[in-house]
């Protein structure tokens, strides 16, 4: 049995792009806020698994056009207060624009963002468990350091990115594309040693790459070489090469693909020391915390997101977020495939996207979405997740106040004047 309870307005199931936006979203709009987070820090797949851009923040083309702010805005003002640049960077290896990061700023920007606006957060928990009645949910109960508590709210936002509270409450999901298919897992690697001047050949690179896959029974299939970059503040390279097919998401697969990444990126820094000039005293720094995750699975919403919606660029009037980043699946490891969105170049996320199926008081944030598997592609980027995580936690809190889901209108009204883009 749980030791304790408490009650909120909201509760929020995870700590990344998706929850974060949740949280301030909810918050800002008046209501009183928990959110929980499994790891010790918040950030999700940014500060897990080193995914060490933000994407979707800006659309494509010559310029940086803004496609997010409110939350994210929020966000990226706290960290330019802790001195990471946040300009946006054109990217010549895929032409978007991106906000590199730095995780460990990172961390400590999202700490004080929550603690500013009264949130209370609680680390090193998971939601494990959830009652429900037929059209509610009630609580969740957290599995903490000291045991069990449950927290009660009137209103819940599944941001958890695997989609754990829906799966506890027994929500209907759809898993990878539905017909078996679960996009490549990657394990981006931080490597320190070099010179700050080294200056990066990408045809050496690839032949790193080449060497290594007659030495590895394991291959690296990113043939052009990857996509790599310095590790912002500091002379380290971050590398995103390793890419590993994820069968299905049993503990037996996830451990198989954490214990071969680990292996492939030991290997691969050995190669590059032997064959690349500057490498010579290059070390591996880190892999991890864990493997990224691109894709697990979907809970049902009230409309998913279509691949047409995503090419004609699609604007509506229920429309609660902007979505700009292309569509970039990556449904074979280590080949991704790119569709640019249509239309002003974004398209809306409807609040029905971000409402589940059958579930009055439950709400979805970020990766967890409505979205057919390739818009999919397009909408879990972390700046989109810090747009469809505000709009999720201002539904949250209208829900909160008057027991009922509200409209599409009322939770545009109240992003509006907090300052997001729709
Ligand atoms: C290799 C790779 C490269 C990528 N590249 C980019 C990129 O360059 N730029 C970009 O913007 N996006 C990129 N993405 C996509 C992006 O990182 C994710 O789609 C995004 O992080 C989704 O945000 P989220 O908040 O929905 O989920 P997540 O970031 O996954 O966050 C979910 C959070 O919930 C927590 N959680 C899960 N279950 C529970 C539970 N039961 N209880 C409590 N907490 C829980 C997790 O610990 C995590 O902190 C990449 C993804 C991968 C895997």
Redesign the pocket.
């Known amino acids: 049995m749980p030791r304790h309870e408490t009650q909120y307005d909201v509760v929020v ?8 936006g949740a949280a301030l979203g909810a918050a800002r709009a008046g209501a009183r806020v928990a959110l ?4 010790g820090f ?5 500060t ?2 080193q ?6 923040f800006f659309h494509q083309g010559a310029d940086p056009v803004q496609a997010v702010a409110g939350a994210g805005e929020i966000v990226l003002d706290e960290m330019r207060r802790l001195g990471v640049a946040c300009t946006p960077y054109h990217s010549p290896t895929t032409g978007n624009w ?1 906000v590199l990061l730095d995780p460990e700023r990172l961390k400590i920007a999202l700490d004080r963002v929550l603690m500013a606006h009264g949130v209370d957060v609680f680390l090193h ?4 468990a959830a009652s429900r009645t037929a059209e509610r949910v009630e609580s969740v109960t ?1 599995a903490g350091m000291d045991g069990r508590f449950r927290l009660i709210a009137e209103s819940f936002v599944d ?4 989609a ?2 829906a799966l506890v409450l027994g929500q209907p999901m759809r898993l990878g594309d539905g017909e078996g298919r679960i996009q490549a ?4 690697i931080r490597v320190s040693g070099l010179a700050a001047d080294t200056a990066i050949d990408r045809a050496r690179m690839i032949r790193a790459i080449e060497l290594f896959n007659t030495r590895s029974p394991h291959r690296i299939d990113r043939t052009d070489g990857g996509i790599y970059t310095r590790v912002p503040a500091s002379s380290d390279f971050w590398w ?1 090469v390793i890419d590993r097919a994820m069968p299905d998401l049993s503990s037996q697969s996830f451990t198989r693909a954490e214990q071969t990444g680990r292996e492939m990126a030991l290997l691969l820094v050995d190669v590059l020391r032997e064959t690349v000039p500057g490498f010579e005293g290059a070390w591996l720094a880190q892999t991890g915390p864990q493997i ?3 894709e697990t699975r979907h809970p049902a919403a009230r409309y998913e997101i279509g691949h047409g919606d995503v090419i004609r660029g699609r604007l509506r009037e229920d429309g609660v977020a902007r979505a700009a ?1 292309p569509i970039e699946l990556h449904s074979e490891a280590g080949r991704p495939i790119y569709e640019q969105v249509g239309g002003k170049g974004y398209y809306h996320i409807p609040l029905d996207a971000l409402h589940a199926r059958g579930i009055e008081n439950l709400w979805y ?4 979405i409505g979205a057919d598997p390739r818009a999919y592609g397009s909408i ?6 810090f747009a469809s ?1 505000d709009a999720a936690g201002v539904a949250a809190a209208l829900t909160a106040r008057t027991g009922a889901a509200p409209d599409a209108g009322p939770v545009r009204a109240v992003l509006q004047d907090l300052g997001a883009l729709i």
């Open positions: 199931a995870g700590g990344g792009a998706g929850g974060v929980v987070e499994k790891y918040l950030g999700g797949a940014a897990n698994a995914v060490l851009a933000y994407c979707g991106i928990s998971r939601v494990a957290v941001a958890s990115g695997d754990n509270l897992y990657s394990m981006p995103l990224g995750v691109r980043w944030a970020g990766r967890v879990r980027v972390m700046g989109t997740a995580g």
